[in-house]
């Protein structure tokens, strides 16, 4: 397929307000389970595909692909919040689309990491709704600084907290407190373990 819509030999497939509508219909038939959890893989895989098929269909491709951000930070700890600063700083309007974060360290016995959480993200990030932690350490560091941080997360009026391990049920009330505007929250097999060595 050519970049406008084109088969090689030149003949029109569909217009590009056609597939644009068929690549909409791709996110808005998993409304419900994306309420439960982020991108479904199937539908992840096909937004992908659909955003490397050809050039016309890139654009709405991506902008559904940035509604729902995913932070894996079970390998690289930090540098993958570095490597996802990089993405969302890019001078592009996606990000002004995002509505969820998910920040997973598939290990809830990694390294503490999602502590960096408010640094840098509300900033750049400040239209998300829906906030979803899991499979990690969140420690959090003495002083107000992280909660200060977190209370820039004004937009966000859904938390789901699961797997997650704490320090003290003190921090997970200064985590839920800190947000301001905070409507729906779940907690699903937290963890409470001494503070990291």
Known sequence: MANDGRISGGARLLPTEVCEKIIDNVMEENAYRLRMRMWPDDVFKTLQACALTCHAWTPRSQLHLFRFLTIDCSQQ??????EFYDLVERPNALREHTEALLIAANNPNSTPVM???PIQIPRLLHRI?????????????NGHLFQLGMRQFRTVHELMLGAVTFHS????RRVVGALPNLRYLVLLWLLWKEPWP
């Open 129 to 141: 709704y829906r906030l979803k932690l899991i499979d990690g350490v969140l420690y959090l560091p």
């Open 77 to 82: 700890g930090r540098q993958r919040f570095v």
């Open 115 to 117: 502590h960096v959480l």
């Open 169 to 172: 049920v003190h921090d997970l």
